[in-house]
């Protein structure tokens, strides 16, 4: 199931589960209503009582709201990207930089956020020797420079259930994964079940547009001019 929301002249985001609620459109300067894909990723996305907000949201809202409005549709991240690719929407977030991901998206600056990518060892225990060759789980959506675990077993999994069960059960040596994001869940959670072992590099994160959405052209030239104003 997917969820819609418009952004309104509050700042606020109103669910409806079958249709857009009509709430009125936020002046454009340039575009008007575009379709963008996310997913829920406390703290960077985050959705109470009908609103959609968090770190990357907001950041959004007060970087571009002058340049254009939109809707947000909050879907699995592999649909979400799969409707990036295919059109379906304008455009998506939060969005790690890749060489794949250029193919089909366009990264808008200035970005949105930063995320820690680090690794997570199961709570209590000693981290491997260095000349152990290491086991790491991580998403399969999960884009990451591979050359620095060269060497390295990277298993990829669909879930982050399944990335710290393999942790639990002794299949791999550490859950690669955000930060952010990971010990966010946990503390929801009240679990200790992995703690945090080591920053493996700060990154950015992007709102991107899609190349194949029939809006491209427009929304790429409306957003290049509100990159011209952030510098």
């Known amino acids: 199931m997917s969820f819609m929301f418009r952004f309104n002249a509050n ?3 109103v669910l409806s589960i079958s249709f857009l609620l009509s709430t009125g459109k936020v ?3 340039c575009f008007d209503e575009a379709k963008l894909a996310t997913l829920l990723v406390p703290p960077l996305v985050v959705e109470n009582r009908g609103e959609i907000s968090g770190r990357a949201t907001v950041n959004i809202a ?7 409005s939109y809707q947000i549709k909050v879907l699995p991240w592999a649909r ?15 969005v790690l930089r890749s060489p794949v991901r250029e193919e089909y998206l366009k990264y808008i600056e200035p970005e ?11 709570a209590g225990s000693r981290p491997e020797s260095s000349n152990h ?18 060497g390295s077993k990277i298993i990829e999994v669909g879930t982050f259930k399944q990335a710290t069960q393999m942790l639990e059960a002794g299949r791999v040596d550490y ?28 990154r950015p994160i992007y709102l991107a547009i899609a190349k194949s959405s029939p809006n491209y ?6 957003l290049k001019v509100a990159e011209k104003s952030q510098l």
Do not use: W
């Open 27 to 29: 002046f454009s300067t």
């Open 112 to 122: 949105i956020g930063y995320v820690t990518v680090s690794l997570f060892k199961l």
């Open 175 to 202: 859950v690669l994964g955000v930060k952010e994001i990971i010990e966010h869940d946990f503390k929801q959670k009240q679990e200790s079940l992995i703690e945090h072992y080591q920053i493996i590099e700060h």
């Open 62 to 68: 007060s970087q571009f709201k002058n340049d254009f």
């Open 133 to 150: 060759k290491m086991s790491i789980a991580t998403l399969r959506s999960f884009q990451f420079e591979r050359s620095v675990f060269k």
């Open 11 to 13: 700042s606020a985001f």
């Open 80 to 94: 979400a990207l799969m409707t990036a690719v295919q059109g379906e929407v304008d455009g998506i977030f939060p």
């Open 217 to 222: 052209e427009k929304l790429a030239s409306c």
